[in-house]
């Protein structure tokens, strides 16, 4: 006779079903993750290199940029040196850049040696991960700058870029430093954040990550600001927001990559266990998101988008595809409609009817103008509108739909009957369309 399950077993089943979304999304996209070389001193950084080994065992292709600042200020001390900094900027003579050399160097052994290791009873037991590493950043350097001679210190010029598509199509983890070549073999010391970022919009990565010291970008209160738009983030830095200096460097080259289209961009606390796949794999995440997509813009609709949203929903109403909606009715339910806006224009729109006793909400009128429905953006909508039932306290979401029943399906809707709708909406139900009803859990 089966046992039944134990509580944490169903939590994690839950789990793991939930997180199939997100395994299916990420096969064959490209992380570019960067962390400081505190980390290799932490506790937390060998469960750290189980969960990169877990990303790339799921297909996900991972580029590593890691930072050696405290390996290089230890040698720095042993030497009675010190690193200089002007404007922000670090000064690299000949002895720093000595230090930095031998820190780079065992700091990327440690890392591969972590990520080769395949013992059995660990959690990468029976992994066989390529780790690769080499000079795929050719660098210049900072030269004079306001009277400062920086010597080696170096900023990023160009990416082998086919190199690096090359190795990680392979199934192969790349591994860069903090340092580059120049075509006349001189080397330069880089900043991590610089070449993560550099390296992230030369691929067009689908998310850079940056692991920090920090629950990420938090407001005045010092609550975790989950969501960012490019604007929401620029305005933080305008207004000198009160952010730490690695978060606020972090944030500034977050939206430098965004804006050359980098898709995501993330600020993770690396003190998390964990932290990296709670971010990734749940709905609600552990740090903060910065956004470039057109979904900056969605927002609840207003009386002037009326004009836009008809022009929208006209051609599915004309398909008896949506119920018609006369400009009246728009007006007096226009605080039910959300709406994304790109450049001025309604380029989707959806409505929400929340009956609060009896925990469900109606989905509809869901239209997304033909231009722009191959990129996601109608799930991306209705993932705001699930976030929005779940802060009313909603459990369930419904829709009634006569042709796009596929759709619903393939994102989560199951088949429901007439008599699981609430009294008032099925006293309203128009038996000559003879919509189907579908329903979907969103707790």
Request: hydrophobic content about 40%; aromatic content about 6%.
């Amino acid at each position: 006779m089966k046992q039944p399950a134990h509580p944490d077993s169903k939590t994690f089943v839950r789990w793991f079903r939930d997180s199939a979304p997100y395994i299916n999304a990420f096969r064959g996209r490209t992380f570019v993750i960067a962390f400081g070389g505190e980390m290799l001193a932490d506790a937390q950084f060998s469960t750290l290199v189980h969960d990169l080994a877990l990303l790339n065992s799921l297909g996900v292709k991972l580029v590593l940029v890691h930072g050696c600042r405290p390996q290089i200020e230890a040698r720095l001390k042993k030497r009675n040196a010190q690193l200089h900094y002007v404007n922000g900027l670090r000064v690299t003579d000949d002895e720093a850049l000595l230090c930095v050399k031998e820190a780079a160097g065992c700091v990327r052994q440690e890392i591969e040696a972590l990520l080769s290791m395949g013992l059995t009873n660990s959690p990468m037991a029976g992994a066989c991960i390529r780790v690769v590493s080499g000079n795929f950043i050719t660098a210049q350097p900072l030269g004079v700058r306001d009277g400062v001679d920086y010597r080696h210190t170096g900023e990023v010029r160009r990416v082998d870029t086919s190199a690096l598509r090359n190795l990680l199509d392979s199934g192969a983890i790349a591994l860069l430093s903090p340092i580059g070549y120049s075509p006349t073999g001189e080397i330069f010391n880089l900043s991590a954040e610089d070449v993560a970022t550099t390296v992230a919009a030369r691929l067009r990565a689908d998310k850079l990550i940056y692991l920090v010291d920090g629950k990420g970008v938090t407001d005045n209160r010092h609550h975790l600001i989950r969501e960012l738009t490019l604007s929401h983030a620029e305005r933080l830095l305008d207004k000198k927001h009160k952010l730490g200096e690695v978060i606020q460097h972090c944030l500034q080259a977050a939206i430098s990559a965004c804006r050359k289209e980098v898709a995501r961009a993330h600020i993770i606390d690396r003190n998390i266990d964990g932290a990296l796949l709670l971010e990734l794999f749940t709905r609600d995440g552990s740090g903060t998101l910065l956004m470039a997509d057109p979904f900056e813009d969605t927002r609840q609709a207003r009386l002037e988008d009326i004009g836009g949203i008809l022009e929208l929903i006209a051609p599915l109403e004309a398909e008896d595809i949506l119920v018609r909606r006369s400009r009246e009715k728009l007006e007096m339910e226009i605080e039910h409609f959300t709406v994304v806006e790109r450049d001025g224009a309604i380029v989707a729109c959806a409505a929400l009817y929340p009956f609060i006793k009896e925990k469900i909400s109606e989905l509809a009128c869901l239209a997304v103008h033909p231009d722009y429905r191959t990129q996601g953006r109608g799930k991306a909508l209705l993932g705001y509108i699930e976030k929005q039932s779940r802060q009313l306290g909603i459990t369930r979401l419904f829709v009634l739909s006569t042709r796009t029943s596929h759709w619903f399906r393939e994102h989560g809707f199951n088949s429901g009957a007439l008599d699981k709708l609430p009294v008032k909406r099925r006293a309203l139900y128009n038996y000559q369309r003879k919509a189907k009803v579908f329903i979907k859990d969103i707790v």
